[in-house]
């Protein structure tokens, strides 16, 4: 999935769906 989107998007937006990967990840463990 990651590789769909551009290699040049800013670094906070990685950062920003990277966050949300581990609360999705958290509320799926809990």
């Known amino acids: 999935m990651e590789d769909s ?4 998007y800013p670094l ?5 769906r ?3 990967h581990v609360v999705c ?3 799926y463990m809990l």
Not at 5 to 8: S, W
Not at 12 to 16: A, D, S
């Open 5 to 8: 989107y551009p290699t040049y």
């Open 12 to 16: 906070h937006t990685k950062i920003i």
């Open 18 to 20: 990277t966050k949300q």
């Open 25 to 27: 990840l958290i509320q």
